[in-house]
């Protein structure tokens, strides 16, 4: 097997340590993830091995290093996207991620699209007037989804949130809890909560709760309304129908912005009903005004087992299907 030898200039020695991390975690990730040598030289970065193995390493700590002349973090996680990004010869996409800040958190923390993916699907958000972000858990559909819902009102491009989630089940029922409707259906809104929480602060969030400013309610809630001057966000769309997904859709009013959120891997329906997500995605794809962004395992910005858990669960259903 041929033997090659890379050398990459990391230009100083600031550069060089962020890109090598914590006792050089980062680097050795990557030689552990590709099979090569690396050692530094001076600010210089050796890589050798197989010829393909190198190119792989190359192409990552190339784009790694430019990220971290930009000050950017390079952590774990960032450094298994950039590999999974060289794989596919597209190491240099994840250069684009240190343009631009989505949101600022209450406590003043800078809220960045971590993924290409999350990336496309801000900007399609920016864009157009409804935007359906498809994927798996922990790839930042709601989050960043309620932050751009919150720049909106700080920038007056909005005077209303309305944050929804259709009122199904995730195998649970919802009868034996106590209190009335809103009640029992608050526990399946936490997430978009913790949300507003977190990028507004928990005083001026209640605040916009009490004065309407920001609405968390069910589905059935929109019903017979026009929704005008806000920024609406459908959660968990996967467990709509077909009529839910219609009505939703057609609540919208002048100058909104609606997005629509879910993981068709989680459909939670009764047996013979069709998820509206899926309807609507394969409907409108294709509509001007309307974007379709599909998230995958690689967008997975949570603990990284998370995206192994992804993988597996995706390699089973092909498996089921072939056997089916």
Same mark, same amino acid.
């Given at each position: 097997?041929?033997?090659?030898?890379?050398?990459?200039? *990391?230009?100083?020695?600031?550069?060089?340590?962020?890109?090598?991390?914590?006792?050089?975690?980062?680097?050795?990730?990557?030689?552990?993830?590709?099979?090569?040598?690396?050692?530094?030289?001076?600010?210089?970065?050796?890589?050798?091995?197989?010829?393909?193995?190198?190119?792989?390493?190359?192409?990552?700590?190339?784009?790694?290093?430019?990220?971290?002349?930009?000050?950017?973090?390079?952590?774990?996680?960032?450094?298994?996207?950039?590999?999974?990004?060289?794989?596919?010869?597209?190491?240099?996409? /994840? @250069?684009?991620?240190?343009?631009?800040?989505?949101?600022?958190?209450?406590?003043?923390?800078?809220?960045? @699209?971590?993924?290409?993916?999350?990336?496309?699907?801000?900007?399609?958000?920016?864009?157009?007037?409804?935007?359906? !972000?498809? !994927?798996?858990?922990?790839?930042?559909?709601?989050?960043? *989804?309620?932050?751009?819902?919150?720049?909106?009102?700080?920038?007056?491009?909005?005077?209303?949130?309305?944050?929804?989630?259709?009122?199904?089940?995730?195998?649970?029922?919802?009868?034996?809890?106590?209190?009335?409707?809103?009640?029992?259906?608050?526990?399946?809104?936490?997430?978009?909560?913790?949300?507003?929480?977190?990028?507004?602060?928990?005083?001026?969030?209640?605040?916009?709760?009490?004065?309407?400013?920001?609405?968390?309610?069910?589905?059935?809630?929109?019903?017979?309304?026009?929704?005008?001057?806000?920024?609406?966000?459908?959660?968990?769309?996967?467990?709509?129908?077909?009529?839910?997904?219609?009505?939703?859709?057609?609540?919208?009013?002048?100058?909104?912005?609606?997005?629509?959120?879910?993981?068709?891997?989680?459909?939670?329906?009764?047996?013979?009903?069709?998820? !509206?997500?899926?309807?609507?995605?394969?409907?409108?794809?294709?509509?001007? !005004? /309307?974007?379709?962004?599909?998230?995958?395992?690689?967008?997975?910005?949570?603990?990284?087992?998370?995206?192994?858990?992804?993988?597996?669960?995706?390699?089973?259903?092909?498996?089921?299907?072939?056997?089916?």
């Amino acid at each position: 097997m041929d033997k090659s030898i890379r050398k990459i200039n *990391a230009k100083n020695a600031d550069i060089l340590q962020r890109f090598l991390g914590t006792f050089d975690e980062n680097v050795n990730l990557i030689m552990q993830e590709t099979g090569t040598v690396i050692r530094v030289d001076g600010v210089e970065v050796v890589i050798s091995g197989a010829e393909k193995c190198v190119v792989t390493a190359t192409d990552a700590v190339e784009s790694l290093i430019e990220l971290s002349a930009k000050g950017e973090i390079v952590d774990k996680g960032r450094v298994i996207y950039c590999l999974e990004l060289a794989r596919e010869g597209r190491a240099k996409d /994840i @250069c684009k991620l240190s343009s631009g800040t989505v949101a600022v958190t209450f406590r003043g923390k800078q809220i960045k @699209c971590k993924t290409v993916g999350q990336k496309t699907y801000v900007d399609c958000i920016k864009k157009d007037a409804i935007t359906f !972000g498809v !994927g798996p858990a922990g790839t930042g559909k709601t989050y960043l *989804a309620v932050c751009l819902a919150v720049q909106a009102y700080k920038q007056k491009q909005a005077d209303k949130i309305i944050l929804t989630r259709p009122a199904v089940e995730a195998g649970e029922k919802l009868g034996f809890l106590p209190g009335d409707l809103q009640t029992k259906v608050d526990p399946y809104l936490r997430p978009l909560y913790d949300a507003l929480e977190e990028m507004l602060g928990s005083e001026a969030y209640l605040k916009l709760m009490e004065r309407g400013t920001i609405e968390v309610a069910p589905l059935a809630y929109m019903r017979g309304r026009t929704l005008s001057n806000a920024f609406i966000i459908l959660d968990e769309a996967q467990n709509t129908t077909r009529e839910q997904m219609k009505m939703f859709l057609t609540r919208l009013g002048d100058n909104s912005k609606m997005v629509v959120t879910g993981d068709i891997t989680q459909i939670d329906l009764p047996d013979g009903k069709k998820s !509206g997500l899926e309807h609507a995605v394969s409907v409108l794809k294709d509509v001007d !005004g /309307i974007s379709v962004v599909q998230l995958s395992d690689k967008d997975v910005v949570r603990n990284p087992l998370v995206m192994q858990i992804v993988k597996a669960y995706d390699a089973d259903d092909k498996r089921r299907k072939k056997i089916d």
